[in-house]
């Protein structure tokens, strides 16, 4: 009888009953499931059938023992008394992947080193020979996993995240992990799909990920096929012959596979994508995933997307558009959406269409009805796949994420009401009180203060601003609606503002999707004070008011150091930090955006503080192609550059998405700064991470915490900020 062992197999949050029910297909017997994996039983073989073919795993560990880990004499015991000679050679290296804290391990690091501690004591016993720890190529990597009073410890049979295919060494877009991308998949029903006949599309497909994963699964190809090792491979207990026969069968499923699909047919795969440039990262990773012939890709925009008579009947269109981080970036993604509803109903009647997304409120621009939608975490961003029936008794009017709506202000619980009554009162007496000392007319008020009340509110002088965010897990649909219309009808009284000075941008929620409102388009301007300048504002009309208040602390330093020098403000927005370099004595400035209505805005900010337009220029500009131009003679002391997170304009030439560019973005900008001027680069894209090149060519400086201002520091995620100077 083999030997039957318990494995712990870990994947992304979400998706453990998907990848139940496939351990169940390896001949695993999965007896518990986990937030973010599965507990199964089985045998070895049965293991490595897993590492080898699990579309959805992240690790496979194989399970040695759960040990007392409440004091440390028993945790250290519990790990020494365990037979590590099975596993590893005296002479051998070893890593430790630890993760999880009790009142006993405060941190990951104490109890990496407490289990290195008990494994190196028990393979020296009274020996000078001792194993070695290596992180970079251990024989094996020990899993350990706190939690409350026990500590589960195992081998490692992954090595790296079985998410790592091997074919996707460059990134496009967003990319969606490949775990992620078979989950989405499975989800919308591919397998099923392909095996009546069907075909794929991806028509924003990035470097390709969904549609090399939906090959990968048409053609019966083992995900781990073409990875280099596994962490098996100089453990102890290693099966060779075991694993060379699931070698050979996976080989041979794919050669089959190729040359007749899994049920007979070889589907017809593409993408298509408006960035050329992802497109050919795209071809990359198919050939590096051997699907070259299989799988066809090319540079198209999903406006201009058609197809050719040799598509099925019947098929499956699943697509993860770019979904804005600020709410003005998904007016513009709005757009998107609706092409895409366009294209699929033009082209692809009987289709399915999938469609994941961080923004589900965009799902109404696609003009059609979603049937089915599930829950998913893409990162740290919740995300919502969305599925569609393309058919004529489906389609509806496309709306946009802004369309109007009502709440009604009512109380359904009292003391709950009071609970937010109490916060906003406090937060007047604290935040009020410093904002008037500051001679702050505009600030944040509240923002999520408590996870009963997801709303940013924001004064802007006697009027306020109240923004809902999405709910907590915790909270469903119905309460949070109870609730903003308990905090709408308690905020008046609260904060001493009348009703009608009170806008409120709500989340609608129908059908598993939601969307943030836009109240009317009432052509509602009125002027605020911010550092003695006057700024025009508008609570309605549009999904941002024409203020960031968050950046506050940065034009303030703007307006400090403008004096006597030329500044540049890129993608400026409404002018708001041209305005202020203006007040702090700059003696000229070009603003550019390539948004008419925030020109003309920006204008109408600079004439209302009376700048010299000769001197003080606005241009409707696209920024990506103003910086590739070459430099001319002009050249600027201070140059603020705050881009959107994505933008794909259909004035814009080509896409930009802020992680990938903003590196050559930032370099145009240098060549155009003075000896010693200073950039100043701001992102709100709260997962940015600044090119670490950059730091080699320039002196690099983050001053995101001096850029936050007390009404702010509750939420220090709300941007970054970088000055970027020339070299001495």
């Keep these: ?37 599965v507990w199964a039983r089985g045998t070895l073989e049965q293991g490595y059938r897993a590492c080898l073919w699990s579309r959805l795993a992240n690790r496979v560990i194989l399970h040695l023992a759960t040990v007392d880990a409440r004091t440390d004499e028993s945790f250290y015991q519990g790990i020494y008394e365990l037979p590590w000679a099975e596993h590893l050679a005296v002479t051998g290296k070893f890593r430790v992947n630890f993760s999880g804290e009790n009142e006993l391990v405060r941190n990951t690091q104490w109890g990496a080193q407490r289990v290195k501690d008990a494994v190196v004591d028990r393979l020296r016993g009274q020996g000078t020979v001792r194993p070695s720890v ?59 799909i392909a095996a009546q006949g069907g075909d794929f599309i991806d028509p924003m497909c990035g470097s390709g990920t969904l549609v090399i994963e939906a090959a990968l699964m048409a053609l019966d190809l083992a995900p781990g096929r073409l990875r280099q090792s596994f962490g098996f491979e100089r453990w102890l207990g290693h099966q060779s012959d075991t694993w060379l026969e699931l070698r050979q069968e996976a080989e041979r499923r794919a050669w089959e596979g190729k040359e007749k699909g899994l049920n007979g047919r070889v589907p017809r ?89 961080g923004a589900p409120e965009l799902g109404k621009s696609i003009g059609l009805r979603s049937h089915r939608q599930y829950n998913f975490i893409n990162g740290k961003i919740p995300a919502q796949l969305l599925l569609f029936e393309v058919q004529p008794e489906n389609e509806m009017t496309p709306r946009a994420p802004t369309e109007p709506g009502q709440v009604n202000a009512r109380i359904s619980n009292p003391e709950r009401a009071q609970m937010l009554v109490n916060r906003l009162r406090k937060n007047m007496k604290t935040l009020g009180q ?42 469903d649909e119905k309460s949070a609606r109870e609730r903003l219309q308990e905090a709408l009808a308690v905020i008046p009284d609260a904060i001493g503002v009348p009703v009608e000075r009170i806008v409120c941008k709500q989340r609608l929620r129908q059908s598993g999707t939601s969307q943030y409102e836009k109240q009317d388009a009432s052509g509602e301007f009125f002027t605020v004070d911010e550092l003695g300048s006057r700024l025009k504002v508008n609570l309605r009309d549009y999904l941002d008011t024409g203020l960031f208040l968050d950046h506050r602390p940065v034009r303030r330093w703007i307006k400090e150091n403008a ?133 080699e060519a320039f002196d690099v400086s983050n001053v995101s915490a001096s850029t936050l201002d007390k009404d702010f520091q509750r939420n220090p995620r709300i941007h970054q900020c970088w000055h970027i100077q020339h070299p001495a």
């Design 134 to 192: 290596d992180a970079k190529d251990p024989d094996i990597t020990i899993s350990a996993r706190v939690h409350r009073g026990q500590l589960d410890i195992g081998i490692d049979l992954s090595g790296s995240s079985l998410h790592i295919r091997g074919y996707r060494t460059e990134k496009g877009i967003a990319p969606v992990r490949e775990n992620l991308a078979a989950a989405l998949l499975l989800r919308a029903g591919w397998p099923d």
């Design 563 to 695: 004096g006597k020098r030329r500044f540049l403000n890129l993608f400026c927005y409404t002018g708001a930090a041209t305005v202020q370099a203006v007040a702090g004595g700059a003696s000229r400035s070009l603003s550019l955006d390539m948004s008419h209505t925030y020109v003309k805005w920006a204008q109408e900010n600079l004439a209302l503080n009376k700048a010299d337009p000769a001197y003080h220029v606005v241009e409707q500009a696209d920024c990506l192609a103003w910086l590739a131009r070459k430099p001319d003679d002009q050249r600027f002391d201070l140059i603020f550059m705050d881009p959107p997170t994505f933008s794909n304009s259909a004035r814009m030439e080509g896409v930009l998405d802020i992680q990938r560019d903003h590196g050559r973005l930032i370099r145009q900008a240098m060549a155009r700064l003075t000896t010693d001027g200073v950039l100043i680069f701001s992102t709100n894209y709260r997962r940015f991470k600044l090119d670490e090149a950059l730091s």
């Design 434 to 475: 410093w904002a008037r000392k500051q001679n702050i007319e505009c600030y944040r008020l509240y923002d999520a203060d408590m996870p009963e009340f997801a709303l940013a509110i924001d004064v802007y002088g006697d009027r306020v601003h109240v923004q809902e965010y999405a709910a907590p897990k915790t909270v």
């Design 269 to 357: 795969l593409a993408g298509y994508d408006a960035d050329s440039r992802v497109v050919a990262t795209a071809w990359r990773n198919i050939a590096r995933a051997g699907l070259e012939g299989i799988v066809h890709v090319e540079s198209r925009a999903v406006e201009a997307f058609e197809i050719d008579g040799g598509w099925a009947a019947s098929g499956l269109v699943l697509t993860n558009p770019p979904y804005g981080e600020r709410m003005s970036d998904r007016t513009e993604l709005g757009v998107v959406y609706q092409a895409l509803g366009e294209a699929v109903k033009a082209h692809l009647q009987n289709w399915r269409l999938a469609v994941f997304t």
């Design 1 to 37: 009888m083999p030997v039957h062992h318990e494995f712990f197999v870990t994947c992304p949050r979400g998706i453990d009953n998907l990848l139940n029910d496939e351990l169940a297909g390896f001949g695993l017997e999965p007896f518990r499931n986990a937030p973010a994996g």
